[in-house]
């Protein structure tokens, strides 16, 4: 492009034309000294009719052997110009998924269209009327008539293209893409996305990169990312969580092989009676001896009862790895105090300390409620001060609300069952230990919720997933925030093909369910 005003040769040509004089002039001057173009022709296209008169006008005006230096030189100065180009690839309409809300935006007078590039400066016309357009991170959507044809891209540094729309002119109500690629001697290419290959044990876990959550299909996943950083987790039931920051760039694609840490244990009970019913935190696990399923390690109430009678009451630490088995054969068992039970829910377990040998029994006048406390009336109350994780959360103390925010009270040595509740969220329970006439703070975790996940996948891709009879959208998904304590009939549908099952959800777990269409 020609960037001076005045060039200086030989000869004199003054192309001096008012504003409406047509280009090219009729009769140039060839007697002058001097080439002199005046600011009516500064900023040309080098692919422009009127750049070439120029060009020719000055070759053909110089002596003879000024004409092969400026040839070469002009040459040297534009065929990087004349070689930066744009195209456009991958045209195609943003579709609504089946059964499901379009993740898309329309326009009900016009067509809007999604141009991905990561340069800046363009501008579109259709003839010579300019388009309205608004840039985003990495893409440009522009606001076109209904039943565009053609569509004209103008950048200063890589040009001019008139593109023609493939197939029908674009329509009102509908959303398209495509791919604007530029291309430059004097640019390198710069590769914007990179794959990332996870192959992860155990094969059904769930991976989040940027908060984003990615099931996991038979042990491996691959995700196209933008390149630089990102961070990652995997989780899966019953495994410590791993987390780190991956680095992707343009030289190779990222793998990484991630192994979870078991994070479970098991516990065996056995007593001596029969008729013996074994609880853990208030739920029957079995009868006479029990081996439990997988437990997250941490600290459990292991109750006892029989003929409405409260045999055994402790509670119990069990390790990450551990095969923890309590035999009760050699301990003394007798009747410490009466059981309460409540259909559907379980074992009341209301007194907060754990009854031994030397304890009695004592009641407050009715028949219903008998207490179990310690015969020692000397022993000195703790001051105790319990702090929510903010100033909505309820606070529960051995099943029983206490306060909201905070609470500070006195208690009897022992330990203490302690939860937070809000908005139907509801925490683990943690156990404390007050030691006699103690001051104590415990600061209380997050709520977590009471809901359940199902991870749905089958042996085809994009079929159809009915929860209890609604379309709920396509495999492979995860269903999150579904409330547990009921029973969800998953049905797949594709084609002709179907599988169908029931489950049922477990409190802040993820359900696994894989179906063979047929």
């Not at 456009?88 to 141009?115: N, V, W």
């Not at 409260?310 to 009760?328: G, P, S, W």
Request: hydrophobic share 35%; aromatic share 10%.
């Amino acid at each position: 492009m020609i960037k001076n005003k005045k060039i200086t040769q030989t000869t004199l040509c003054e192309l001096r034309h008012t504003q409406n004089t047509h280009f090219p002039p009729q009769n140039p001057v060839r007697s002058a000294t001097r080439y002199e173009i005046t600011s009516q022709y500064k900023g040309l296209s080098p692919f422009s009719n009127e750049f070439s008169y120029v060009c020719n006008t000055m070759i053909f005006t110089l002596p003879a052997r000024m004409k092969y230096l400026w040839t070469i030189l002009l040459c040297v100065l534009f065929l990087p110009s004349m070689a930066q180009q744009m195209r456009i690839e991958e045209f195609a309409r943003d579709k609504k998924p089946l059964l499901g809300k379009a993740p898309f935006a329309t326009d009900k007078q016009h067509a809007l269209f999604d141009f991905y590039t990561n340069e800046k400066g363009f501008q579109f016309f259709i003839g010579d009327a300019a388009i309205p357009f608004t840039e985003g991170e990495g893409c440009i959507t522009l606001t076109l008539p209904d039943r565009t044809e053609h569509l004209t891209v103008k950048h200063p540094e890589y040009g001019q293209l008139t593109w023609k729309i493939p197939g029908k002119e674009l329509r009102k109500k509908k959303h398209y893409h495509a791919y604007l690629h530029t291309e430059s001697l004097t640019k390198e290419y710069q590769q914007e996305k990179q794959w990332a290959v996870f192959t992860v044990y155990p094969a059904h876990a769930i991976v989040y990169v940027d908060s984003l959550i990615h099931p996991i299909q038979e042990g491996s996943l691959s995700l196209y990312l933008p390149i630089g950083t990102h961070s990652c987790r995997i989780e899966s039931p019953f495994y410590q969580t791993w987390s780190d920051t991956i680095e992707l760039n343009d030289s190779a694609r990222f793998e990484k092989n991630v192994t979870l840490v078991p994070y479970y244990a098991y516990l065996t009970v056995e007593t001596p009676f029969s008729d013996a019913q074994i609880w853990l935190d208030g739920k029957l696990i079995g009868t006479q001896k029990v081996e439990t399923g997988r437990l997250s390690p941490g600290s459990y109430r292991l109750t006892i009862s029989r003929m409405d009678w409260i045999y055994y009451d402790q509670f119990i630490e069990i390790t990450n790895a551990e095969r923890k088995v309590i035999d009760l054969h050699t301990v003394t068992m007798q009747p410490l105090r009466q059981a309460e039970t409540q259909p559907g829910i379980g074992l009341i377990l209301s007194g907060t300390t754990l009854a031994t040998p030397d304890a009695t029994l004592n009641t407050n006048g009715t028949d219903d409620h008998i207490t179990y406390t310690r015969s020692d009336s000397n022993q000195k109350l703790s001051n105790i001060h319990i702090t929510a994780i903010d100033a909505e959360t309820e606070i529960w103390l051995n099943r029983e609300r206490v306060g909201q925010g905070g609470w500070q009270g006195l208690l009897s040595p022992g330990f203490y069952a302690v939860s937070s509740k809000k908005d139907g969220l509801e925490s683990r329970t943690r156990y404390f230990w007050v030691e006699e006439g103690t001051a104590a703070e415990w600061d209380l975790t997050s709520p977590m919720a009471d809901y359940g996940l199902l991870n749905i996948s089958c042996n085809e891709v994009d079929a159809t997933i009915f929860l209890n009879g609604v379309a709920v959208g396509t495999t492979p998904r995860v269903l999150k925030d579904l409330p547990v304590d009921r029973s969800y009939r998953v049905r797949l549908v594709k084609g002709r093909k179907t599988a169908e099952t029931v489950v049922q959800l477990k409190g802040n777990d993820i359900v696994n369910v894989n179906l063979k269409l047929k």
